[in-house]
């Protein structure tokens, strides 16, 4: 099993480019079960979670060309007839966001058994929200030996309103709606920039969407759809967490291919540790380090709030900020298991529910630690470039699902950063 050695103490400048998003290209991929007809993909990050996605659409029967996405990060999809209903548990088990399956499934084929994707480290991850508005839309969908099994001869457009916004809720019920019948109203939608990416990407595909990237969502449903040509926005959350690298080394970064307009809270509350975010054109910005890093506190929220996917990221750059922070995470229920590793490094942090106090500034060692998931795995990355000494990072596959090539696009910084495997 892989893991990243880091040697702290280097201080990173350079250029570094952002792939693609990884939340904006799964729920894409899925919206090819849609249509017979070809979809093309570009600007697709080389991730494992891309790479379990085009698995799960061939085994369901779409052709999909992976090999494309190591050259030139595109990807050609077609899912033709006949398309199998089924997403096995085998492969849904390793990436929750398979579920994004279910909608489309249901909508071209009038069934889906979709294995339950189960919790992961930072929660229980239901998908009770999926399930309510598909039944709303008419589905008839019970839970039996693990999965979830829908039928509807025809979905029919209706409203549907989201006790919790829910990111791939809001993205499984757009494409859905995008085939029912009639006019699907979304309320308490989520506003991310992924859902206005994949709304952009079926209306190319002839879907008929309104009120993406706002709370209330119509959508009036279509008897078909067709192909497209799409490009992927760039990954705000990549973005932050090299912004990140280069505040706590004390360095200077440019991002290449950004869209800070995505990150607008992030970048508001870094400027507010004292770190200078240049924004130099539309797609790309600097980061240079303040001489102290200021505490600040942060309340994680949906989008355009403070993002959760940048918590555990933050969390580090607050170890080496002057004075106390505090941190609260109001999105997923456990998302602080990467605050016992940092502690381990020589962190002061206390844990108390929902909310973690950062006593900083403090010096941290390298040390043996173990990732919990994708985002926890980058913040152990961020802790190890200021540690005095070794960081060895374990269980690294959590980082491969979300990051193309962290070690490499970090090392051509300065980071003194290597894969191995013990
Ligand atoms: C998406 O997950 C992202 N993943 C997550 O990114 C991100 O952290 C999250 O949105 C919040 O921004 C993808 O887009 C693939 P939610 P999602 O449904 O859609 C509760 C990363 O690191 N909820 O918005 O699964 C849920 O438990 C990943 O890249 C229900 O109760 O998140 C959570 O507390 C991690 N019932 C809250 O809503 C449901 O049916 C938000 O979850 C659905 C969600």
Known sequence: MDKIFVKGGEVLRGTVHISGAKNAALPTMAASLLTEDQIILRNL??????????????????????????????????????????????????????VLVLGPLLARLGQANVSLPGGCAIGARPIDLHIEGLKKLGATISIEHG??????????????????????????????????KGETILLN?????????????LRSMGALIEGDGTKTIRINGVSNLNGADHTIIPDRIEAG???IAGAITGGEIELIGCQPCHLS?????????GVIVEETERNSCIVRAPH????????????PGFATDMQAQFMGLMTQAHGTSIITETVFESRFLHAS????????????????????????????VIASDLRASASLVLAG?????????????HLDRGYERIEHKLKTLGAKIIRGSK
């Open 189 to 201: 939608a989520a506003c991310e920039p992924e859902v206005i990416n994949l709304a952009n990407m």
């Open 292 to 303: 102290e890093i200021q505490a600040c506190n942060v309340i994680t929220k949906e989008y």
């Open 241 to 243: 967490t090299f912004m």
């Open 147 to 180: 999965y979830v099994k829908a039928r509807a001869d025809q979905l029919i457009g209706s409203k549907v309103v989201f006790d919790q916004i829910t990111v791939t809720g809001t993205e499984n019920l757009m494409m859905a709606a995008s085939l029912a």
């Open 385 to 397: 470039l200021v540690a005095t000494g070794e960081t060895i990072i374990d269980r690294v596959y």
């Open 265 to 273: 809270t992030v970048i508001n509350t870094m400027r507010q540790a």
């Open 45 to 98: 990050p080389q991730v494992r979670d891309i790479e379990t996605t085009g698995k799960l659409l061939q085994e369901m029967g779409c052709e999909a060309e992976l090999d494309q996405i190591s050259k030139n990060h595109m990807c050609i999809l077609r899912a033709k007839d006949p398309i199998a209903c089924e997403a096995p548990y085998e492969l849904v088990k390793t990436m929750r966001a398979s």
């Open 341 to 368: 590793e940092m502690i381990r490094m020589g962190a002061n942090i206390k844990i108390e529910g929902n909310q973690a106090t950062i006593f900083g500034k403090t010096s941290l060692t390298g040390a043996n």
